[in-house]
């Protein structure tokens, strides 16, 4: 198995407006303010906080929503699972789309020409973040599993170990197509003459800068596609939707570049005996007439392949809801488990032999006695039948 650096990020996603820390009725300066006030203390680049990118980049995408109106308004009504898709670091979790995305001149004025000139061409060569759909059981989920991960993703060329050429230093020259700008224009015809637009130079993929004797392998990229297969913890409490992030376990990046990241998000399939909620969990309980009237003790296993007994008390009715403390999920930052809640459904004993069912028959007619007796002539001339139905439940609240 690979090494790799394990980062767990869990836990619920923060609210947006809690990250910036504004109200949720913030105008847009206040917002745009918020986000430099906290740029500047957060920026991987002047932080020596060790979680400064995990940081930003949660900063970073609380403002791209909160900024623009439109998916500011999803988040409000939808929360993070909005239609646009943008929940997640998957849209614009990249330093890359950040420096690229024109807020280069925002940040430029507070960390200097230098600072930003390193970070976007950091950028342009980072390797790009993977995602993977994992699906477990819910036992798998509130056990804890080790499961294996497969998914492609780029290497280093080991050809050329990463650097793109067999030379012993890369010589780079400057791109002719585009003069070193990364960028070139194409002209379109129209009505309404010729129209200029600026797209990324082809030549050099943007880069500025064509790289001489290019590695044959990998086409002067430093870096080939793999499949890869990487087992991993899932920890015991997981939710559906959770992330798990595996740093460095993505596409190595261009030339030896910094990696980018492996994101794992989990999905529960759905269980045939319990539904989560939570930390609870949900079941079902089918008992006979005579349990929920008797009481009675059943067995069963809980999520976890324990035994468990579940008192049913004597006068139980549908869909009474019995605890079983302890017996539901895991939680995933302590060793405490949530409840189970078994829903009790009564099934009525329809076998019984026909010397029970006299026995049953000559009780049910001596408690008809005994209350019409007690609770003397009020109703009477009732059929017998009626009074019957309304009886346990008069009695059940002494
Ligand atoms: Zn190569
Ligand atoms: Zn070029």
Redesign the pocket.
Known sequence: MPFYEERFMAEEKRDYYEVLEVERDADGRTIKKAFLKKAREIHPDVSDDPDAEEKFKELNEAYMVLSDEEKRANYDRFGFDGPQGFSGYGGFSDFGDFFGGGLDDLLGSFFGGGVQAQSQRRASTRGANRAVYLDITLEEAARGARKKVSYVHSVA?E??E?K?TQDAEPHYTTCPACDGRGSTFEMHQSIMGTIRTEVTCPNCKGMGEILSNP?K??D???R?EKNETIEIDVPAGISSGQRMVFTGMGDAGIRGDKAGDVIVTIDILPDDRFQRQGDDLYCLLDISSLEAMCGATRHMKDIMGNDIAIEVKPGTQYEYRIVVKGAGMSHLKSELRGNLICIVRIITVSDFTDEELEQLKAMRDARIETSEASEDAEVEAEPKKKKKAKRPRKRARK
């Open positions: 060329c050809s050329c990463g793109g590695c392998e990998c002067g990229e430093g080939v």
